[in-house]
C-alpha cells in the first residue's frame, strides 16, 4: 500500500513540476506587459517581417487616402522598411504593443479591435521619403492609428486572456502539490534512496515534456499563419 502511494505522489509530483514551469513562464510573459511588447519587438530583426510590415502599413496609408503612399507607393515601402529597423520606430512599435497587450488585459474581450497606435512613427517615414527625395509630410499621420487591427484583434479573440487572474493561483497551487508530493512520495516509499532517483527521472520527464510542447505549439502555430 505504501508503495502504492509513493508511486502515486510521485507522479502528481512529476505532473506539477511541468505546470509551474508553465504557470511562472506565463505570468512573467504571456500576462506581463513589459515583457510582452519587449518580445514583440524581436521579430522586427528579420528582413522578411520588415518587408511585410512595411508593405501592408504602406496599403494601410493608401486605404486611409494618403496621397504620398499612393503617388509614392514604392518608396513609402522601401522606407518603411529602413524606419521599421530604427531603434526610434522598435520603441514606438513596443510603446504600442505594450498599450494594446494592457488593454486586452484590462478590458478583455474588445480590447484589442483598434489595433496598434504607429501614429508617431508618420513623422521618421516622411523624414525618410524627404532625405531620399521623395517627398511627403506630416499630413496623414492618422492613418497609422489602428494597425495591424486584424492581427491584434484575432489575439483579442484567444480565450487564454481570461486566465490572467488564475494563473498566479495555479502557480502556487502547483508549488505546494508538488512539494506535499514530493515529500510524501520519499516518506511513503520503502527504498527512500531509489524514491529519490525516481523523481530526478520524473522531473527530466517533465522537462522533456516541456521541450516536446515547445516543438508542437510552434507547429501548430505555424499551421496558422500565412507565409
Known sequence: MRRVASIVLLVVAGVMFPVLVLANWAGSTLYESDTFSERA??????????????????????????????????????????????????????????????????????????????????????????????????????????????VTSKIDDYGLWDAEGSIGQVAAASLVIGLVATVGSILLAEDRRRAVRRLGIAAVIGGLSIVALLFVATWLVGQQIED
Open 41 to 150: 519587438v524581436e521579430p522586427l530583426n528579420s528582413e522578411a517581417v520588415r518587408t511585410e510590415l512595411g508593405r501592408r502599413l504602406t496599403a494601410q496609408l493608401v486605404q486611409a487616402g494618403n496621397q504620398q503612399a499612393t503617388s509614392f507607393r514604392p518608396a513609402f515601402e522601401l522606407a518603411l522598411e529602413g524606419v521599421i529597423d530604427t531603434d526610434t520606430f522598435k520603441s514606438i512599435f513596443r510603446n504600442a504593443v505594450r498599450r494594446t497587450h494592457e488593454s486586452i488585459i484590462e478590458q478583455g474581450e474588445g480590447g484589442g479591435r483598434r489595433g496598434l497606435d504607429l501614429g508617431a512613427s508618420f513623422a521618421l517615414i516622411t523624414s525618410s521619403l524627404q532625405a531620399g527625395g521623395g517627398g511627403g509630410n506630416q499630413q496623414g499621420a492618422s492613418g497609422l492609428d489602428n494597425s495591424l487591427s486584424d
